[in-house]
T-cell receptor, first 114, second 115 residues
């Protein structure tokens, strides 16, 4: 079975600073990887995903994540954050060969301060 | 598409009462998931359905919880009797072909408070 660990529960940063939200996964088989974002009082929204091909994937609002198979990581980065990026971010994994379900990490609360 | 629709958005009920949460998935999606989110335990998968059939209900806390999907466009999660520890935000999500390729689309959630 797969599992996901998000290494930081809270990440406070100042506006326009770079940020990295860390995610490590564990699985004995090939996986797909996802990042979701949850704004206050809303459901989770898909931010970006890695299925195959280029290990660097990008979202439309400037986030990117890199799949590193050797380190079993899928860290999320943004070179310059905005106040509006304040939200909780969830990393998730699913196995390529079997099953339907995503396994989510515990979440990382990103707070961007002025 | 209106997305995944959950009702009600907020529910306050007294301990011992029956609570029914409702979900309308995106048309054409064939997988549906119920999650519970609390500060203490984060996001927990309660149950999921493929083609209206329950596949894995191992996350359902106890017999007080039950879920049904009578057709492709509707699902319910029922708690009877409710207890204060059931207070949480309950999310429904749907996906195409199980979600492992396309991810899930989440509803806005139902915030349940049991007093």
């Amino acid at each position: 079975a797969q599992s996901v660990t998000q290494l930081d529960s809270q990440v406070p940063v100042f506006e326009e600073a770079p940020v990295e939200l860390r995610c490590n996964y564990s699985s004995s088989v090939s996986v797909y990887l996802f990042w979701y974002v949850q704004y206050p009082n809303q459901g989770l929204q898909l931010l970006l995903k890695y299925l195959s091909g280029s290990t660097l994937v990008e979202s439309i609002n400037g986030f990117e994540a890199e799949f590193n198979k050797s380190q079993t990581s899928f860290h999320l980065r943004k070179p310059s954050v905005h106040i509006s990026d304040t939200a909780e971010y969830f990393c998730a994994v699913s196995e390529v060969a079997s099953g339907s379900r995503l396994t989510f990490g515990e979440g990382t609360q990103l707070t961007v301060n002025p | 598409d209106a997305g995944v629709i959950q009702s009600p958005r907020h529910e306050v009920t007294e301990m011992g009462q029956e609570v029914t949460l409702r979900c309308k998935p995106i048309s054409g999606h064939n997988s549906l998931f119920w999650y519970r989110q609390t500060m203490m335990r984060g996001l927990e998968l309660l149950i999921y359905f493929n083609n209206n059939v329950p596949i894995d209900d191992s996350g359902m806390p106890e017999d007080r919880f039950s879920a049904k999907m009578p057709n492709a466009s509707f699902s319910t999660l029922k708690i009877q009797p409710s207890e204060p520890r059931d207070s949480a935000v309950y999310f429904c999500a749907s996906s195409l072909k199980g979600g492992k390729l396309y991810g899930y689309t989440f509803g806005s959630g139902t915030r349940l408070t049991v007093v």
